[in-house]
């Protein structure tokens, strides 16, 4: 079976656990079709960075070093690049990969604007490369048996979806503690609850109320918004209705930086998410973007709660596993069977979606700096160059 050849763009928190999990046997989480190879690694800080990358994650010596982005994509050996900047970056780093003729498994939120997120889709259509958004949740084994029991009917049609992804700062009283160049909060990275964490509240709504309609009868919805902002003017606190008015549903995705979802971080707070039809809920425990376990409640059995806890395997040997080796076990898939998307998160979905945070970004009044926002390429641009 050929190897899927990854190279990693940038060695910071998330970079991290991604390549860890790419370490770990496939078997290990009963995968048996799948192989994947970490074959070269980029800073663009400084290629010690990307060697100091290498020991942390436990990486075999054999593995390539870069100290730019550009040699990276440059590298022949390099199939894939997983992109895991700072979301102001990904246009620019996306289409520096697209440019060199590597598929991209890019992290979220996908771009700062939907002009972006289309350019980028465009350009890998062209190109006819490979191309997906890593919102890693929608492949977890919880997220597709969820899917699997809506398309089933098991509530009935599902008229509203509620779901949370906030975080809780420890300062006193509520007060956020970020330093205003905290990558959270700061507008030059594209900072504010929305792209980094509303993205997932988003992720339940539309893989719910969007997702698991059949393609003919999609829309496209209507988005309100109400945002409170931090003293930087990113977002501190944002939430979304949106509104799918031929199916008379709705979906409320909130988030924030101020309060928690789940205030004790045992989930005695109750679910983060709920998937409400007329015969029942379906409850997912949180966090959003790493779910262990769910329950169904049934108008048909008053009193009643199945609850399934979904663990994520352990590689025994590395001591490790996350949850992050489903998305790039499909991306092997897609790219071996010749797919340029993932029909669990296409294209279209991955832009509808950036439209929705366009829309309640401009009503929120939450405004990012050009260089971040253009969806003009640029190799030369500082986001492709680096921060020495
Ligand atoms: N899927 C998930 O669960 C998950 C979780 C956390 C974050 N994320 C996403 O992953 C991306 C990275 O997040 P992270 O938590 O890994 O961030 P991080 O720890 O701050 O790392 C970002 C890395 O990007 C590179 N970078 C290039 N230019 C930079 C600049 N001007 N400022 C800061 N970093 C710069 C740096 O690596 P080099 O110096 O090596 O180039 C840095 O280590 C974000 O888009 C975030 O939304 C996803």
Redesign the pocket.
Known sequence: MAELKWGI??????????TKDLLTNPASRDVHDVKHKLVAV?????KD??TR?LSEVNAPDSVKTYGS?AELVADPDVEIVYV???????FQNTMLALEAGKHVLC???FTVTAAQARKLVDVAQAKKLFLME???TRYFPLSIKIRELVQSGLVGPVYRVVADNSFGQDGPNGSLTFPDEH?MVNR??AGGAL??LGIYSLTWVFQILYHCQPEAVKEKPNTVAAMNKYTTGADEMTNIIVQFPKHKSMGIAMTGMRLPTDVDGQNTAGPAIKIQGPLGEIQVMGPA??PLSYRVILKEKPGKMEVVDCPIPKDQDRDWGHG?FWEADECFKCIRNGKLESATLPWSESVTIMEVMDEALKQGGIEYPELITTDVYDPNSP?NT??R
Not at 42 to 46: E, I, L, Y
């Open positions: 763009m940038a060695t910071g928190g998330i970079a991290q656990t991604f980029a800073s663009s800080s400084s960075s990307a990358f982005y895991a900047t700072p979301h102001s970056h990904h992290e979220k939120a890593a919102v890693w990558r030059e990275l792209l980094d973007f790493k992050m986001l680096g921060r």
